[in-house]
């Protein structure tokens, strides 16, 4: 499946997202990615829309190559079959994840402002991203967002790679993705415009969806 933009993409994923509607959700999309295409879900269900900001803790010297991540509210995820193989302890990346727990800090007073972080609890969640790859950040905000106790923790997604999407089906209530594929290469292979989303942009999709919930 080819997508245009995020933009189609999420407009896709909401017409598949459509039985959600009389749930009253939350769409929560993952900064910066996830939430044009959060937007579009949140839009057609009427549902209000927020982030849930999450850092890659990248190896360091290779940063591309993902130990796992942090998420706002204090969770951390690892890879530890990563980081056996590696021969990486969590002892030995402390100031990488420092640095990236403060850059979570920094977006989310960003992204919110003042604004308390939107309650969860005994609602329907719809965690929404552009992709999964490896999954951790995915991961890493299942779990923290889980631990403020929602009746029901969905994940919604584009597109995914198999193998990572069934390990995380553990993780949520619920997964919809409209193209599992078990050969799934870069996220950006599936859209013909993936260009990078800026934290402006993020604000503004915020700011107009509040807009629309007042």
Do not use: H
Request: aromatic share 6%; hydrophobic share 45%.
């Amino acid at each position: 499946m080819l997508f245009r933009d995020r933009v189609d993409a999420g407009q896709r994923l909401s017409a598949a997202l459509l039985p959600y509607r009389d749930e009253a959700p939350i769409v929560l999309g993952l900064p910066r990615g996830g939430v044009p295409v959060a937007y579009e879900v949140a839009r057609a269900l009427a549902a209000p829309l927020d982030v849930w900001v999450v850092r890659k803790l990248g190896t360091p010297g290779f940063e591309e190559l993902g130990l796992g991540a942090v998420a706002e509210g204090g969770g951390t995820y690892f890879n530890e079959s990563v980081m056996a193989e590696l021969g990486i302890s969590a002892e030995d990346i402390t100031d990488v994840v420092a640095r990236k727990t403060a850059e979570v800090e920094a977006r989310v007073r960003r992204f919110r402002a003042d604004r308390p972080p939107p309650d969860l609890e005994g609602r329907t969640v719809i965690v929404v991203d552009d992709g999964i790859a490896t999954g951790g950040t995915v991961r890493a905000a299942l779990r923290t967002i889980r631990a403020r106790r929602p009746a029901r923790l969905v994940l919604a997604v584009p597109v995914a790679a198999a193998s990572s999407l069934a390990s995380l089906r553990a993780e949520a209530d619920e997964v919809v993705c409209l193209d599992e594929d078990p050969y799934l290469g870069a996220i950006g292979s599936y859209y013909v415009d993936f260009r990078q989303t800026t934290d402006a942009e993020v604000e503004a999709l915020l700011t107009q969806a509040r807009a629309w919930a007042q």
